[in-house]
């Protein structure tokens, strides 16, 4: 009795010390995964009297920052508002982008009880900052290139995710949303307040032929050859070519490089709606892209029994898929990055107010979309798009000095300049809105490649129109950027 | 200013609770000569932690109220104060003899369950103190009225017939709150009769067990307490159930030894819980939406993870004494009370709570180690495990290590019948620890067998002989220091007294028959 009262109060100990350990399990390691959830009122939360934490672009400039009014209250102030409007966001208004889903890191204290302390004796209490993985130099010339138009910008690093740059247009001032609030809202035809570069959705036009190429690769139907006339007839309706220029004898690399838009509606027939299906699922359609801001998912919705119309339209990027240019971003690096997706990020570390980094964001993979060697086979087909096909003007070269750094990938010219291989895809989307939609996508260099650009101009007619943007950026990024 | 004051005051409330587990556990370490300890001295640091605890926690509550009606927080962080530290006060005029480790526990508890309780809802907070009062009074009153109650384990059939009367009337007259049909209204007063059923269960079964049973008259303790369980579970009240359950299995285990039983007891309910899985549909949404509360975050998971969201957003250090949301969560106030200290005073200090819940197992479990009475040692094992299994049900299911049963914790949560309940099963074990002096001429138990065993008995009495042998020596270093209490000194003259008892056992057994 005695040894069974012992035994029983060792069963007790175990099971409380177990409860201890489960708890302290839950708050220090497992809590990550849960406490940003939307559902989390804490995380909404401010307190008056505390200086919000500032938030720099990847260089350390300022972006947003509390600055203390006579009253003692703190306005926020944006730099370059326009150009981060839709990222950063702004914190009236129920608040929005960075300043929104990273509220409880911005408004969090570190070192409590000092800075309480220090706050007694009039010195400021201050959140923890952010730091953005956007560069203010791509900011710039996307916000330029965008300036007078619709449409949204989105350059990545391939290997990692890190969101480069990420502007949308038309924006607005954060720094006068409450002002204007009215105003943006009822702007239905812009619709200033929307993310385009996330929350936009658009038929991806001839970009998403690298998809289909894709599909062809891993079910080894390259080897089909065709002769475009410039229209061919399918099921019940006719399917041209851009123009209805007659492309003559076309294979994988020669169609893709000219975006023969009939070549990819057979080819489409021969794979059938299944396997089209099944390449877009592993690509990623449908599916949570895991970003931290409000984005909208890239949608798939052909299903295996779609009638041959359907079929062909979707292999070359009409039909009724739709994607974000961020999506289409994320396509390209991972074409880039043999195959892999990475999940995108645009903040990279929070700063104490002491200066200390925190909470450094760790890339993290999506999934293996594709193998490395189909990866490796569509990077040729992009090449040859630029090398001899509709995006000739999308070649840039850098300064010789940067020939070390990019040693790969790059071949002497005439001159003190390197040519630069870019691998890319233009698109021009049809669609019931108007003039179409320029698309271009585009990595570089392409045996190395560092940066990945997706370009979406609304209305702007062809995608060669979009090349300009995507080229201006990668050229900047790798002159003057990348180390 | 306030705000300040708040942050440090949480590492404050830290350094309290941590200096009372600490002492707790000395204690018990130096009672078994393992550590150099003054318990007399540990267990007036304990006394000082509540007070100071009482004290820094009423300042926060005071000063965020000074804006406007100041009035009823002073009132009741005084009255609270007044029914903390002089309730325990009076323990120590009225019963010197009884474990003040058990009661300081219990007064901590209470005192820590009263202010969270006041900043979710003051008029709650209100009522709590009113149970608090009744319940210590009873806890004061009980043990005199228990001493002079003829042998209690005589009584199993009125035990069993009363619980199953008050088994009765709940399925009869029962309403339903929060899911389970356990509540009777009498008048304006709600009233949870499955709280008292707990109390006369385990007197049932410690009375049932008071001879070590055998297997044969095992069936008919074992076939009541599977229909108590299943009326339990008929009234949807799934975690009474299961702690009845529990603590059956706990006192079959102490009475016979018997692992088989109780692998047997948990085998039958993993497979009887497997069958409510397939069979309720409430029981697999609440397994559901413990598995992946996620899923459905706004109506099926929205309590637990409302309950995640407390704990872990701040750290473990918690946001600060009446600066999170806890009242976001459902019924935070009974159920989830645990997730709200966790916010406040932060994970550290909720784990130092639940050591002070392992403090209350482990003076349950000395009370009846040192009983020479097998019905005493019973109903002492049993009250343990009614706490022991009720704290690990609701903490556990809080914190989403197992799945939600809404049972009280002890002392902390508001609940009127639980309180005051809990308060007597503390008056039953206080009493119990203190008649261990008045049993220990009894026979012990180890001889309560035959003769059969009576060899191991003796094998048994050698460790026991150079205990007293320790003991003695200790007799003789004491007189040369001051001795800390009368229960010390009752500790140490006890061998010495058991050994006349030994070599007299016929005769004191006469003595005791009559």
């Not at chain 1, 306005?75 to 914190?91: C, I, K, L, P, S």
């Not at chain 2, 440090?8 to 393992?34: S, T």
Request: charged share 20%; aromatic share 10%; glycine share 8%.
């Amino acid at each position: 009795m005695r040894s069974a009262i012992r035994k029983i109060f060792w069963l007790y100990l175990i099971l409380f010390l177990i409860l201890i350990g489960y708890l302290l399990k839950l708050c220090l390691y497992d809590s990550h995964s849960f406490v940003a959830n939307p559902y989390n009122k804490r995380l909404a939360g401010s307190e008056e009297g505390i200086k919000r934490g500032s938030i720099y672009d990847a260089n350390g400039d300022v972006i947003a920052e509390d600055v203390l009014r006579e009253d003692g209250t703190y306005e926020r102030v944006y730099n370059n508002a326009e150009n981060y409007a839709h990222t950063v966001g702004y914190t009236v208004k129920g608040k929005a982008g960075v300043e929104s889903k990273y509220n409880f890191r911005l408004t969090a204290l570190s070192f409590e009880p000092v800075q309480r302390l220090a706050g007694l004796f009039g010195n400021e209490i201050e959140g923890n900052s952010l730091v953005l993985t956007l560069d203010d130099r791509l900011q710039k010339i996307a916000g330029e290139q965008l300036r007078g138009q619709r449409g949204a910008i989105v350059a990545m690093e391939p290997s990692t995710g890190k969101i480069l740059c990420m502007v949308s247009t038309p924006s607005f001032d954060s720094n006068s949303v409450d002002k204007n609030w009215d105003e943006l809202n009822s702007d239905t035809e812009d619709s200033p307040l929307l993310n385009r570069a996330t929350q936009g959705l658009y038929p991806p036009g001839s970009t998403f032929k690298i998809v289909t190429a894709a599909s062809a690769i891993e079910n080894n139907a390259t080897d089909m050859e065709y002769k475009c006339t410039g229209a061919e007839k399918f099921g019940h309706s006719i399917i041209h070519c851009y123009n209805e220029q007659a492309h003559g004898n076309m294979d994988m690399t020669s169609a893709f490089a000219q975006s023969c838009n009939t070549y990819f509606g057979t080819l489409g027939t021969k794979l059938g709606a299944e396997k089209l299906i099944a390449t877009a699922n592993s690509f990623g359609f449908n599916r949570d892209i895991g970003l931290a801001l409000e984005y909208s998912k890239s949608t798939f919705p052909m299903e295996a029994n779609a009638d041959v119309n359907e079929i062909v339209e979707t292999a070359f990027g009409q039909g009724r898929t739709l994607v974000s240019p961020l999506f289409m971003a994320m396509i390209t690096s991972a074409v880039a990055n043999n195959g892999m997706m990475m999940q995108p990020y645009v903040v990279d570390h929070s700063l104490t107010p002491g200066g200390s980094v925190r909470n450094r964001t760790l890339p993290a993979k999506l999934s293996q979309i594709m193998s490395p060697d189909t990866a490796y086979k569509l990077k040729d087909l992009m090449c040859e798009v630029v090398n001899d096909g509709t995006a000739k003007n999308a070649a840039f070269s850098v300064s010789k000095e940067r020939i070390e750094t990019l040693a790969s990938g790059a071949s002497v010219t005439a001159s003190d300049s390197v040519k630069v291989q870019v691998a890319g895809k233009t698109g021009t989307a049809e669609n019931p809105h108007g003039d179409d939609h320029a698309w271009f996508v585009a990595f570089a260099p392409a045996d190395d490649p560092q940066i990945a650009v997706s370009v979406l101009l609304e209305n702007a007619g062809k995608g060669s129109n979009a090349i300009p943007a995507a080229r201006d950026i990668m050229k900047e990024y790798l002159e003057n950027i990348y180390q | 200013m306030t705000d300040v004051y708040i942050i440090f005051a949480k590492y404050f409330f830290m350094l309290y609770i941590a200096i009372f587990v600490f002492n707790g556990f000395m204690i018990n370490l130096a009672r078994q000569d393992m550590a150099g300890f003054n318990v007399a001295a540990g267990l007036s640091g304990q006394r000082i932690c509540i007070a100071l605890f009482h004290i820094t926690a009423s300042v926060i509550l005071i000063s965020n109220a000074i804006e406007y009606d100041i009035q009823p927080v002073v009132l009741f962080c005084i009255i609270g104060f007044i029914v903390t530290v002089g309730g325990n006060m009076l323990t120590m005029a009225i019963y010197p003899d009884g474990s003040h480790l058990l009661y300081n526990c219990v007064f901590f508890l209470m005192d820590i369950g009263l202010m969270v309780l006041y900043r979710l809802d003051t008029a709650l907070a209100g009522k709590q103190l009113i149970w608090n009062t009744l319940g210590i009074l009873m806890m004061l009153v009980l043990p005199k009225i228990l001493e002079v109650t003829p042998r209690l384990d005589k009584f199993k059939k009125i035990y069993i017939t009363a619980a199953f009367v008050l088994l009765g009337t709940t399925l009869i007259f029962g309403k339903s709150e929060g899911g389970a049909r356990n509540w009777i209204n009498i008048g304006p007063i709600g009233f949870q009769p499955s709280e008292l059923i707990k109390v006369f269960f385990v007197f049932y079964l410690a009375s049932c067990f008071a001879e070590k049973p055998t297997l044969k008259k095992l069936i008919v303790p074992a076939v009541l307490s599977a229909a108590v369980v299943l009326c339990l579970v008929a009234q949807t009240d799934l975690g009474s159930a299961l702690i009845f359950y529990m603590t059956f299995l706990i006192m079959v285990f102490t009475a016979t030894g018997n692992y088989l039983y109780f692998l047997l007891g948990i085998a039958a309910i993993c497979l009887a819980s497997m069958a409510a899985y397939g069979l309720f549909p409430h029981i697999r949404t609440r397994v559901e939406a413990w598995q992946n509360p996620w899923l459905d975050v706004h109506d099926k998971g929205y309590q637990i993870a409302q309950s995640l969201f407390a704990i872990c957003t701040w750290g473990i250090t918690g946001i600060g004494f009446t600066r999170g949301y806890a009242n976001s969560i459902p019924v935070v106030e009974r159920d989830f009370i645990f997730a709200a200290i966790c916010e406040e005073f932060g994970v550290i200090f909720a784990a130092g709570l639940i050591l002070v819940f392992v403090l209350i197992f482990l003076e349950g479990a000395r009370g009846a180690l040192e009983n020479r009475n097998r019905f005493l040692t019973l109903l002492c094992t049993g009250f343990t495990a009614l706490f022991a299994f009720q704290a690990f049900l609701i903490i556990g299911g809080v914190i989403k290590m197992i799945p939600l049963t809404g049972v009280t914790l002890p002392f902390v949560s508001y609940g009127g019948t639980s309180i005051v309940i809990s308060y007597i099963i503390i008056a039953a074990m206080q009493w119990i620890i203190m008649r261990n002096e008045a049993y220990s001429h009894d026979k012990p138990i180890e001889e309560v067998d035959t003769r059969k065993r009576h060899a191991q008995t003796r094998r048994a009495a050698a460790p026991e002989r150079s205990a007293s042998r320790k003991a003695e020596q200790n007799t003789r270093k004491n007189t040369a220091e001051q001795r800390p209490s009368r229960r010390e000194k009752a500790n140490v003259q006890r061998p010495s007294r058991h050994k006349t008892a030994q070599s007299s056992a016929a005769d004191s057994r006469g003595r005791r028959r009559k």
